[in-house]
Structures are given as structure tokens and as C-alpha cells.
């Protein structure tokens, strides 16, 4: 069985999280790219973007628990709703840039709407795996939390000081 100390020894360095994250979320993002382009020929383009993003924020979770962030398995229920939470906002910014693009440019060819919703999906990615580093896939933060650190023996037993200031010059 694999101890939390073996695990965390496995986690990858910022660099090379990143990079996997490059490849699984980049992956996922180019393919999801063409499934809304091709949805959307059915069904409103927004209604696309929205199964798309449902459908891929799951498959992304799992890569990125599973390789991306080595957290060593399957990601939890709680990761997913967290990685959803910021799969939301990253809906918004491609929606933002969609809408934004069909103000300014009245018929956009299908390269320009890739272009423009690719480039949003490019922001949207970095903020996400800066989310997905520090909070979602975060290494021992509910270890942390758990941990009770023992108190040393000369502090334990010394009496608090009456007074704050006293602090500076016990000895």
C-alpha cells in the first residue's frame, strides 16, 4: 500500500504538471472544439458549448486526477464539483469571446470562430490549471487540516504570560 509521503514524493513539479495539463486539457479542448462546431449545426450554438463543456469537464477531471496532478487514482466527488466550478467560468470567458466575436464581425468564418474560441479556451485553460494546481488538486491540504503538531514539553507546561509584551523577554 502506498503511504501519503510515497504519493507526494510522485507528485509532478509545476513544469511538468503543466505540460500534462497542456496535453490532456489541450487534447480535450481541440476535440471539444470541433464537437461544438459540429453540434452546433443541430442545435444552438450556445446549448453546444454548454453539453461540450459538461461532457469534457468530466473527462478532463479524470485525466487531469488521474495523470496531470498524480493524485493516484479517480477523481473524488468533490474534485469534480470543484473542477465543474471553474469549467463554469471558463464557459463563460469561450461565451464572452463567441457572443464578442459575432458583434464585431457579422458572418466570421468557421477559422476565425476556431481561432477566437480556441484563444479564449487558451485563457480560460491557464486560470483553470492555476485553480486546479492550488485548490482542486491541492497535495496535503486535507492532511494538513487533520494534522495535530505536539506541543513541546517546555511550552506545555510554562504558564502563559499575563502580559503580551512579556513574550519578548521571557527566557
Do not use: K
Amino acid at each position: 500500500m502506498e503511504t501519503a509521503q510515497s504519493q507526494e514524493q510522485a507528485a509532478p513539479g509545476a513544469f511538468t504538471a503543466f505540460a500534462r495539463f497542456v496535453l490532456c486539457g489541450g487534447g480535450v479542448g481541440i476535440a471539444s472544439s470541433f464537437a461544438v462546431a459540429g453540434l452546433s449545426s443541430w442545435i444552438p450554438w450556445v446549448l453546444a458549448n454548454a453539453l461540450i463543456t459538461v461532457a469534457s469537464t468530466l473527462l478532463a477531471t479524470e485525466l487531469h486526477a488521474r495523470f496531470t496532478f498524480g493524485a493516484g487514482g479517480r477523481a473524488t466527488r468533490r474534485q469534480h464539483a470543484q473542477s465543474a466550478g471553474s469549467a463554469v467560468a471558463a464557459y463563460a470567458v469561450t461565451c464572452v469571446a463567441m457572443l464578442g466575436l459575432q458583434l464585431l464581425v457579422a458572418a466570421p468564418g468557421a477559422v476565425l470562430e476556431q481561432v477566437v474560441y480556441l484563444s479564449a479556451s487558451a485563457l480560460a485553460g491557464v486560470a483553470r490549471f492555476v485553480v486546479l494546481r492550488l485548490v482542486v488538486f491541492a497535495r496535503n491540504r486535507s492532511q494538513a487540516a487533520a494534522t495535530v503538531r505536539p506541543v513541546p514539553a517546555a511550552v506545555a507546561g510554562a504558564p502563559a504570560p499575563a502580559d503580551p509584551a512579556e513574550l519578548c523577554y521571557a527566557a
